[in-house]
Every structure is written in structure tokens, then in C-alpha cells.
């Protein structure tokens, strides 16, 4: 099972590094796939080891306590996203927003977007599998073990 939902996080992410163009419109836009993908990967991530602990969970308490875990996962991982592949997204908006050309100019010399986005999604992946196994442990928790 976990090799599966690696698989897919890497898919997502190939998909999210893949995709964009070099305008600020197109910019925003793949910052905000980016982290809608990586938000699916999480959340996917989640509810497999939440389903894996449940099918072991022996009562109605481990089963609640799990159901817990995993909306505390959830709530993290919004951080987690916020941190790694969101974290460039306030800024894009608002240059978006504001549509001021010399900004923009300013932004897109000293950024280079593709080899950021490339390095935000290494980092969320590296997260996410240092992440996911202690959101699995405090699952596991909940069943005793």
C-alpha cells in the first residue's frame, strides 16, 4: 500500500514540476496546482495510514482516537504545504494583484521560478517521507502498540 501512495506523490509531483509557464498569470497559477497537488499527495498519504490503523483498531475508542490523529494530521499538513511548495504563493498573488510591471521585472530576475518550483517539491517530498511515518506511529498508538 505505501508503495502505492508514494508512487502517486511522485506522479503528482512530476506533474507539478512539469507544468508552467514563464508569465507571472502563469506563475500563480502553477504555484496554486502545485500546492493543490501536493495538498491531494498529503491527504492521500493520511487516509492510507488512517484506513490501514483502522482496519487493526479492536474498538470503537482506537477508532475514534484514530479519526482524531487524522485531523491533527490534516491540520499539519497544511503546514507542511505552507512551508515547502506554498511558500512563495503570498508573494506571486500579490505581485499578480498588483500588477506592477517593475516588480515583477525584479521578481522574475531574481527568481528562477523552474528551478524553484523543482526544489520546493524535493523538499515536500523529503518532508512527507519523514512526516508520514510519525503521523503512522501516533496512529498506532491509538491501538496500544
Not at 23 to 36: K, L, P, S, T, V
Not at 73 to 91: D, H, L
Not at 112 to 137: C, G, H, I, N, R
Amino acid at each position: 500500500m505505501k508503495y502505492y501512495i508514494y508512487t502517486f506523490a511522485t506522479f503528482c509531483c512530476f506533474l507539478a514540476v512539469s507544468y508552467g509557464q514563464s508569465d507571472m498569470e502563469g506563475i500563480r497559477r502553477n504555484c496554486h496546482f502545485q500546492a493543490n497537488l501536493a495538498t491531494i499527495a498529503l491527504d492521500a498519504q493520511i487516509k492510507g495510514a488512517a484506513g490501514v490503523e483502522k482496519g487493526l483498531a479492536k474498538s470503537d475508542e482506537e477508532i475514534a482516537c484514530i479519526d482524531n490523529e487524522r485531523r491533527k494530521a490534516a491540520e499539519e499538513g497544511v503546514t507542511v504545504v505552507a512551508e515547502t511548495v506554498g511558500k512563495i504563493i503570498p508573494e506571486v498573488d500579490a505581485l499578480v494583484f498588483k500588477n506592477d510591471q517593475n516588480e515583477i521585472d525584479v521578481f522574475l530576475k531574481r527568481t528562477d521560478y523552474p528551478a524553484y518550483k523543482k526544489s520546493a517539491m524535493e523538499a515536500f517530498k523529503a518532508k512527507l517521507k519523514t512526516w508520514v511515518p510519525l503521523v503512522q506511529s501516533r496512529m498506532t498508538k491509538c491501538r496500544g502498540e
